[in-house]
T-cell receptor, first 113, second 107 residues
Framework: ETGVTQTPRHLVMGMTNKKSLKCEQHLGHNAMYWYKQSAKKPLELMFVYNFKEQTENNSVPSRFSPECPNSSHLFLHLHTLQPEDSALYLC????????????FGSGTRLTVV | TQLLEQSPQFLSIQEGENLTVYCNSSSVFSSLQWYRQEPGEGPVLLVTVVTGGEVKKLKRLTFQFGDARKDSSLHITAAQPGDTGLYLCAGVRDMRFGAGTRLTVKP
């Protein structure tokens, strides 16, 4: 149990589908993040939320839509994705302002067909 | 954005050998972290280094932060198969990660 839970663990979706990834943290952290990890690239920061407010959008295409209803939950809504969007999507949380590091979930392995 | 370069990209060694992996940048970091990621899982924090010249030990792992706080190294003594994984460094403040070193320790 890492304290950050991501569901589903695996997802296969067609390019015309709409799906959502869910992340939940039980650590009392006030910052949450979405990262994308592809086979041949470093971890890419996608979105940052501090106290439920989006503070960073790292030039992510609009087909990815984040939602943070409260400090414990983070969603990534997906629609009309492309095959190159296939990757491991990782959620992380941290206590903003302290160097305690990020606690990651196990990720959602997304395959777009 | 502060770029982090990690080397080597891949490393395959025999059990019992020692190894060092590196994390370098042209920028100064207030603090830097090392993570290990195993297949199918998210990265797990190993250590945070804050002070230039700082050395931290975690069992067989020794982490060093450069005097100028632009680089860091991770040394593993007597590597074991359980050390296999992707080792990532990250700048804490800008939340960016290096590409990692993929370590394989063969029994």
């Amino acid at each position: 149990e890492t304290g950050v839970t991501q569901t589903p663990r695996h997802l296969v979706m067609g390019m015309t589908n709409k799906k959502s990834l869910k992340c939940e943290q039980h650590l009392g952290h006030n910052a949450m993040y979405w990262y994308k990890q592809s086979a041949k690239k470093p971890l890419e920061l996608m979105f940052v939320y501090n106290f439920k407010e989006q503070t960073e959008n790292n030039s992510v295409p609009s087909r990815f839509s984040p939602e943070c209803p409260n400090s414990s939950h983070l969603f990534l809504h997906l629609h009309t994705l492309q095959p190159e969007d296939s990757a491991l999507y990782l959620c992380a949380s941290s206590q903003e302002g302290r160097d305690y590091g990020y606690t990651f979930g196990s990720g959602t392995r997304l395959t777009v067909v | 954005t502060q770029l982090l370069e990690q080397s080597p990209q891949f490393l395959s060694i025999q059990e019992g050998e020692n190894l060092t992996v590196y994390c370098n940048s042209s920028s100064v970091f207030s603090s830097l972290q090392w993570y290990r990621q195993e297949p199918g899982e998210g990265p797990v924090l190993l250590v945070t280094v804050v002070t230039g010249g700082e050395v931290k030990k975690l069992k067989r792992l020794t982490f060093q932060f450069g005097d100028a706080r632009k680089d860091s190294s991770l040394h593993i003594t007597a590597a074991q198969p359980g050390d296999t994984g992707l080792y990532l460094c990250a700048g804490v403040r800008d939340m960016r990660f290096g590409a990692g070193t993929r370590l394989t320790v063969k029994p």
